[in-house]
């Protein structure tokens, strides 16, 4: 009964194969909260949830699945939570670390990955996994009043070939609607379906801005260039000291964390106090040479801070 709706539009045997299948998540926030939910009610099998952040009261205008009792718990932890009172036919597994190269081989069960993350090093790092080890991938970004979202296959092109040095800008510091992040997990999230079905899906590029009610699809072509189409798998050969690393615990809740950063370009994006040397927030004191002294109650929310609003 539970699945009878749906079952009229992919049948008895495509909704097996959903509770056959395994999908992993990665970052479970505006996108990951949406996604989970509409997989885990369509009876997917096997939901593999990646998230290192805890739930803050500005992320409730836009993460679905979160409300104000679960401030300051782990989004992954809190997530499982909430699936397993909706659908408990969901084998959910959960992992609430910052996933890098040393650690990204817990994705590689799933017949299928969603990019649900805020950060382009990640994405490229998933990027680099997938084609390596021939994983269908889904891409989604969302920010402002629209987003974009892309099936990327082992064979066609990748986030390498249309994205160098893609925005850094983060929904922490120019904002977005509900309305957006809805709208494109919801797009990830049939596009996810629709490959575990075995359906044609076109590797295009899709963006749809909800709030003037735009719907693009972009053709993409593999670039010649391109480093991941050509197995040099950059992002996962790089060590997680190269990318952020704490320093040292500094004492009443300030972090000393390090990272490779382009101060001009940082500069540009950041509201603060610049002199020229640092910009001074009120959540953190960056340095020219990419440390920065953050206040924080916790390592993880100290690399968190510094890789949403600063960058990595
Ligand atoms: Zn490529």
């Given at each position: 009964?539970?699945?009878?709706?749906q079952?009229?539009?992919?049948?008895q045997e495509?909704?097996q194969?959903?509770?056959?299948?395994?999908?992993?998540?990665?970052g479970?926030?505006?996108?990951?909260?949406?996604a989970?939910e509409l997989?885990a009610?369509?009876?997917?099998?096997?939901l593999?949830?990646?998230?290192?952040?805890?739930?803050?009261?500005s992320?409730?205008q836009?993460q679905?699945?979160?409300?104000?009792a679960?401030v300051?718990?782990?989004?992954?932890v809190?997530?499982?939570?909430?699936?397993?009172?909706?659908?408990?036919d969901v084998?959910?597994?959960?992992h609430?670390?910052?996933?890098?190269?040393?650690?990204?081989?817990?994705?590689?069960?799933a017949?299928?990955?969603?990019?649900c993350?805020?950060?382009?090093?990640?994405?490229?790092?998933?990027?680099d996994?997938c084609?390596?080890?021939?994983i269908?991938?889904?891409?989604g970004a969302?920010?402002k009043t629209?987003g974009?979202?892309?099936?990327?296959f082992p064979?066609?092109?990748?986030?390498?070939?249309f994205?160098?040095?893609?925005?850094?800008?983060?929904?922490?510091?120019?904002?977005?609607i509900?309305?957006?992040?809805?709208s494109i997990?919801?797009?990830?999230s049939?596009?996810a379906?629709?490959?575990?079905?075995?359906?044609?899906?076109?590797p295009?590029?899709?963006?749809?801005?909800v709030?003037n009610q735009?719907?693009?699809?972009l053709?993409?072509?593999?670039?010649?260039?391109?480093p991941?189409c050509?197995?040099?798998?950059v992002?996962?050969?790089?060590?997680?000291n190269?990318e952020?690393?704490?320093?040292k615990f500094c004492g009443?809740?300030r972090?000393?964390?390090s990272?490779?950063?382009?101060?001009?370009?940082?500069k540009?994006?950041?509201k603060?106090?610049?002199d020229?040397?640092?910009?001074q927030?009120?959540?953190?004191?960056l340095?020219?040479?990419g440390?920065a002294?953050i206040k924080?109650n916790?390592?993880?929310?100290?690399i968190?801070?510094?890789?949403?609003?600063?960058?990595?």
């Amino acid at each position: 009964m539970r699945y009878e709706r749906q079952e009229l539009l992919i049948g008895q045997e495509g909704q097996q194969k959903l509770q056959q299948s395994a999908v992993a998540i990665i970052g479970i926030g505006a996108l990951g909260t949406v996604a989970t939910e509409l997989l885990a009610r369509s009876g997917i099998g096997t939901l593999i949830l990646i998230d290192r952040d805890v739930i803050e009261l500005s992320n409730l205008q836009r993460q679905t699945l979160f409300d104000e009792a679960d401030v300051g718990r782990s989004k992954a932890v809190v997530a499982k939570e909430k699936i397993a009172q909706i659908n408990l036919d969901v084998k959910v597994k959960t992992h609430a670390i910052h996933l890098n190269s040393e650690n990204i081989s817990v994705i590689k069960e799933a017949n299928i990955i969603l990019d649900c993350t805020d950060n382009m090093n990640t994405r490229f790092l998933i990027n680099d996994f997938c084609r390596k080890n021939k994983i269908i991938w889904i891409y989604g970004a969302a920010i402002k009043t629209y987003g974009y979202a892309m099936p990327i296959f082992p064979e066609g092109p990748c986030l390498q070939c249309f994205t160098e040095n893609a925005s850094l800008e983060t929904c922490d510091t120019v904002g977005v609607i509900n309305m957006a992040t809805t709208s494109i997990a919801a797009l990830q999230s049939s596009l996810a379906v629709k490959i575990l079905l075995q359906e044609k899906v076109e590797p295009s590029l899709y963006h749809y801005d909800v709030w003037n009610q735009e719907f693009k699809k972009l053709y993409i072509k593999q670039k010649e260039k391109c480093p991941t189409c050509n197995k040099m798998y950059v992002f996962l050969d790089q060590k997680e000291n190269d990318e952020i690393k704490t320093v040292k615990f500094c004492g009443s809740g300030r972090y000393h964390v390090s990272g490779n950063i382009n101060f001009e370009e940082v500069k540009t994006r950041i509201k603060g106090t610049c002199d020229g040397e640092t910009i001074q927030t009120d959540k953190f004191l960056l340095f020219k040479d990419g440390r920065a002294l953050i206040k924080a109650n916790s390592e993880e929310e100290a690399i968190s801070i510094y890789s949403r609003y600063i960058g990595n």
